[in-house]
């Protein structure tokens, strides 16, 4: 087995996909994490904009929790319609694309493009964010971790999908199970304490009022708490993902995933209530989560909460992966359509969509790198293009249910109207609110990419264009080519070429520079070496040609002289072989001047349809 087997696992074949294809119980793992994990940092970044009211900001999350509860529920059904109208996959691209026109599809995989790359750089730094409260030794290597957590979800993913559910199996329902068990022991206490508990660890102390109460406040710290919504679109995108029925299991996957968090988010906003438990400045000295203070309070600082912050921890690394389970999906459906690169839509060794999970991995480095791998930075981006999608999504639903018709058809258009007006009038309210913090880095990343995706499109239409041909192949008018063969001394690669040569034509010249001291020796043997063979074996004789070089050009005049031959026979196709040696270790071809690359590469970028370059390669032994 080799190193990369070990690494990526063995190759698969293509009939080896529908054994990839996964249930509820590891669906959950794959496409919920993202969801699930944000009640870990959703409550948390509505709550560090309410640090500056002090004791009464507490108080106000158990509203803003129920309205963003009002909103995930609305959009659960919307996504539950989605599926069964779309049991292919109908993220909200396909579904704007096909029901709203191409610029309606762009913006939607904008949208979600930005939003996918946010969810692995945020899942990571939150995950990150969990640890340094529970060691705060670590926070000075906050980005390096988040770097290698990266590089680690990278490597999972490109072994596939089947795997990496099994991978993230057990940290996913141990974290169900620990956070559930906590808000139950804490719900528990609090009826018992008559509504106030007394915490086993006691959070830290807050500060009095310093700010007034206003509804900015509140709508911003709404627009914060919307992070955890982000997420509940994967499942739709992922269909096919799925064993089958697909999207039976899909939609049983999507209830699950919402009910667990409805319940998380539910009894974090109660708990923290009660135990009046607030934010705490991130990335300042004394940073603690609001979950590891909640776990403190409710079971105190032992096993269960260090097995409880060790699952966070986890989970919330491991968010991430949402973002690479869908990123590729919806990458490969925008490369199907012409708007990205081609490569996109190729499947690797394990059946996944290799270019996709490294695009995504390089882009979200970027971004920790850019914000430190702090969380509360990276969150004002957040948000938008989720909510985007959201509404692009909904909306192109409805013209879905308009144009089909049928039993239900009126109900399921409610549905998705009401998702639709819901999702944007909170995309206002997200973008208002997060304008000034960063949100405005995301309104033009979107149209930037919207932009850069109709270039595409555009190169890729041209080139379409160019060389589409319908009629048959023309038989006529066929001549040899015009063979160029550059020799920089006599040697067996350059015969290995000469004999190519003078099996596709009769007209061939080698071209030899004068700038060295092989000049003499090339002059003096190319008698006896090529001319002489070839009137012995009645083949024509290779015309050997010398181009001066006073400053030591190589490759300069070669090129030069094929594109002037070119223009000198218009009637012609040029042939250029170029000869090179082929190394068997990569680190022997450091010893060489590798011009042949450099040639080849300028003959392409310069030359036309009618100039062929061959490589004669000639591959050395051990």
Same mark, same amino acid.
């Given at each position: 087995?080799?190193?990369?087997?070990?690494?990526?696992? %063995?190759?698969? /074949?293509?009939?080896?996909?529908?054994?990839?294809?996964?249930?509820?119980?590891?669906?959950?793992a794959i496409f919920g994490l993202d969801a699930l994990s944000s009640a870990a940092y959703g409550p948390e970044a509505?709550?560090?904009?309410?640090?500056?009211?002090?004791? /009464?900001?507490? *108080?106000?999350?158990?509203?803003?929790?129920?309205?963003?509860?009002?909103?995930?529920?609305?959009?659960?059904?919307?996504?539950r319609q989605t599926i069964m109208a779309y049991p292919q996959g109908g993220g909200s691209y396909t579904v704007a694309s096909e029901n709203l026109g191409v610029w309606a599809g762009l913006l939607?995989?904008?949208?979600?493009?930005?939003?996918?790359?946010?969810?692995?750089?945020?899942?990571?730094?939150?995950?990150?964010?969990?640890?340094?409260?529970?060691?705060?030794?670590?926070?000075?290597?906050?980005?390096p971790i988040c770097l290698g957590i990266l590089a680690i979800l990278t490597l999972i993913n490109l072994r596939g999908i089947r795997e990496t559910g099994g991978v993230f199996l057990l940290p996913t329902y141990l974290?169900?199970? +620990?956070?559930? &068990?906590?808000?139950?022991?804490?719900? &528990?206490?609090?009826?018992? *304490?008559?509504?106030?508990p007394v915490p086993v660890v006691a959070p830290p102390k807050l500060t009095a009022t310093a700010e007034a109460l206003g509804a900015w406040l509140l709508l911003r710290a709404f627009a914060s708490g919307c992070t955890a919504m982000t997420g509940v679109e994967?499942?739709?995108?992922?269909?096919? /993902?799925?064993?089958?029925?697909?999207?039976?299991?899909a939609r049983l996957t999507l209830t699950i995933i919402i009910g667990i968090l409805i319940v998380m988010l539910a009894g974090?906003?109660?708990?923290?209530?009660?135990?009046?438990?607030?934010?705490?400045?991130?990335?300042?000295?004394?940073?603690?989560?609001?979950?590891?203070?909640?776990?403190? &309070?409710?079971?105190?600082?032992?096993?269960?909460?260090?097995?409880?912050?060790?699952?966070?921890?986890?989970?919330?690394?491991?968010?991430?992966?949402?973002?690479?389970?869908?990123?590729?999906?919806? *990458?490969?459906?925008?490369?199907?359509?012409?708007?990205?690169?081609?490569?996109?839509?190729?499947?690797? %060794? %394990?059946?996944?969509? /290799?270019?996709?999970?490294?695009?995504?991995?390089?882009?979200?480095?970027?971004?920790?790198? *850019?914000?430190?791998?702090?969380?509360?930075?990276?969150? $004002?981006?957040?948000?938008?293009?989720?909510?985007?999608?959201?509404?692009?999504?909904?909306?192109?639903?409805?013209?879905?249910?308009?144009?089909?018709?049928? $039993?239900?058809?009126?109900?399921?258009?409610?549905?998705n109207g009401l998702g639709a007006i819901a999702t944007a009038a909170t995309t206002a309210v997200?973008?208002?609110?997060?304008?000034?913090?960063?949100?405005?880095?995301?309104?033009?990343?979107?149209?930037?990419?919207?932009?850069?995706?109709?270039?595409?499109?555009?190169?890729?239409?041209?080139?379409?264009?160019?060389? +589409?041909?319908?009629?048959?192949a023309n038989t006529g008018d066929l001549r040899p080519p015009?063979?160029?063969?550059?020799?920089?001394?006599?040697?067996?690669v350059t015969e290995k070429a000469l004999r190519f040569a003078w099996s596709i034509s009769k007209d061939i010249q080698a071209l030899h520079i004068e700038c060295g001291e092989d000049t003499e020796n090339v002059c003096r043997r190319w008698s006896e070496l090529a001319e002489a063979p070839a009137r012995q074996a009645g083949l024509p004789e290779p015309k050997l040609v010398l181009l001066q070089s006073p400053f030591r050009f190589v490759i300069r005049p070669i090129v030069d002289y094929v594109l002037k031959l070119e223009q000198e026979n218009p009637d012609r196709d040029l042939a250029v072989l170029v000869p090179e040696l082929v190394e068997s270790r990569w680190y022997y071809s450091l010893l060489h001047n590798n011009r042949s690359e450099i040639l080849r590469a300028l003959l392409l970028l310069k030359g036309n349809h009618r100039i062929t370059v061959v490589n004669i390669p000639w591959h050395l032994k051990g």
């Open positions: 087995m080799t190193f990369v087997e070990i690494l990526l696992g %063995r190759p698969l /074949a293509t009939e080896d996909e529908q054994a990839e294809r996964i249930g509820p119980a590891k669906g959950i509505a709550l560090t904009l309410l640090i500056p009211l002090g004791m /009464a900001g507490v *108080a106000y999350i158990v509203p803003i929790s129920v309205s963003i509860i009002i909103l995930l529920a609305i959009v659960f059904f919307s996504y939607a995989a904008a949208s979600l493009m930005v939003d996918y790359v946010l969810t692995a750089a945020v899942g990571i730094s939150a995950g990150v964010g969990a640890l340094v409260s529970a060691v705060p030794a670590m926070q000075k290597h906050t980005l974290f169900i199970l +620990c956070l559930l &068990a906590a808000i139950a022991i804490g719900i &528990a206490r609090t009826f018992a *304490a008559g509504g106030h994967a499942v739709s995108n992922g269909v096919m /993902a799925f064993r089958e029925p697909p999207a039976k299991n974090i906003a109660f708990l923290a209530r009660a135990y009046g438990i607030a934010a705490t400045p991130p990335g300042e000295q004394g940073y603690e989560s609001v979950l590891s203070q909640l776990l403190g &309070a409710i079971t105190g600082k032992g096993v269960f909460y260090w097995v409880s912050s060790a699952s966070i921890l986890l989970v919330l690394s491991l968010s991430a992966n949402t973002a690479f389970a869908d990123f590729p999906r919806l *990458a490969r459906a925008i490369a199907q359509n012409g708007f990205l690169p081609h490569a996109l839509t190729l499947r690797g %060794r %394990r059946l996944v969509f /290799a270019t996709g999970v490294y695009a995504l991995a390089i882009l979200a480095a970027v971004l920790l790198i *850019a914000f430190g791998g702090i969380t509360d930075r990276l969150i $004002p981006l957040y948000a938008v293009g989720a909510f985007m999608a959201f509404t692009l999504s909904q909306a192109g639903m409805v013209m879905h249910w308009k144009r089909v018709g049928g $039993p239900g058809s009126g109900r399921f258009m409610f549905v997200v973008l208002v609110a997060k304008f000034t913090e960063g949100a405005w880095i995301t309104l033009l990343l979107i149209p930037g990419l919207i932009l850069m995706m109709r270039a595409v499109k555009r190169q890729y239409d041209r080139v379409a264009q160019e060389t +589409c041909l319908d009629k048959p015009l063979v160029i063969l550059p020799v920089q001394r006599w040697n067996t």
